[in-house]
């Protein structure tokens, strides 16, 4: 166990719709990264937080939002889902920049 | 191509032999890790390292900052090593740049 939790585990919704994906980081950690694995595109890279601030993005789509609140935890929002937004979405959490991040078990979406 | 490049990408292998992974890159970077996913689907973090060797039970980890590439080894390799083993570079303070991945397939 990492000490990432992310909720839910799965989660299937119709093309269209909005989900939010919600990550609680390890104890301490300020630095939070989000990722998606989709089957053709591998990891990929979406957003960091620390410390409540937006701190770099990466091949995030404008329909996908992202927030830290003040408690720490995480959620990235997916709007007017695509069926090519099926994938595995990942939280992971550091203490900061620089050191090793651990990585939540996911959340894999399935867009119908 | 790709920025993060690993070989093999399938690796098929008899328990108890000693198994490598290679991981190249071609942009500077602050750290490389090491992560494995099972067929679950879940990501472990093996190791991070910026250079030299690392060593956890029957993992190593290697780096060459000047060649630019890093390997992983399995020594005695056990069917429960069976997993997806993922090269990841740190691109200055935020970003995680992935290699494709090899998957590793170990028999008794």
């Known amino acids: 166990d990492s000490g990432v939790t992310q909720t839910p585990k799965h989660l299937i919704t119709a093309t269209g719709q909005r989900v939010t994906l919600r990550c609680s980081p390890r104890?301490?950690?300020?630095?939070v990264y989000w990722y998606q694995q989709s089957l053709d595109q591998g990891l990929q890279f979406l957003i960091h937080y620390y410390n409540g601030e937006e701190r770099a993005k990466g091949n995030i789509l404008e329909r996908f939002s992202a927030q830290q609140f003040p408690d720490l935890h995480s959620e990235l929002n997916l709007s007017s889902l695509e069926l090519g937004d099926s994938a595995l979405y990942f939280c992971?959490?550091?203490?900061?920049?620089?050191?090793?991040?651990?990585f939540g078990q996911g959340t894999r979406l399935t867009v119908v | 191509k790709n920025e993060v490049e690993q070989s093999p990408q399938n690796l098929t292998a008899q328990e108890g032999e000693f198994i490598t992974i290679n991981c190249s890159y071609s942009v500077g970077i602050s750290a490389l890790h090491w992560l494995q996913q099972h067929p679950g689907g879940g990501i472990v973090s093996l190791f991070m390292?910026?250079?030299g060797k690392k060593k956890h039970g029957r993992l190593i980890a290697t780096i060459n900052i000047q060649e630019k590439h890093s390997s992983l080894h399995i020594t005695a390799s056990h069917p429960r090593d069976s997993a997806v083993y993922i090269c990841?570079?740190?691109?200055?303070?935020?970003?995680?740049?992935f290699g494709q991945g090899t998957r590793l397939t170990i028999n008794p």
């Open positions: 104890s301490g950690d300020l630095s």
């Open positions: 390292l910026s250079s």
């Open positions: 990841a570079v740190k691109q200055g303070a935020q970003k995680l740049v």
């Open positions: 992971a959490s550091s203490v900061n920049e620089v050191t090793e991040a651990f």
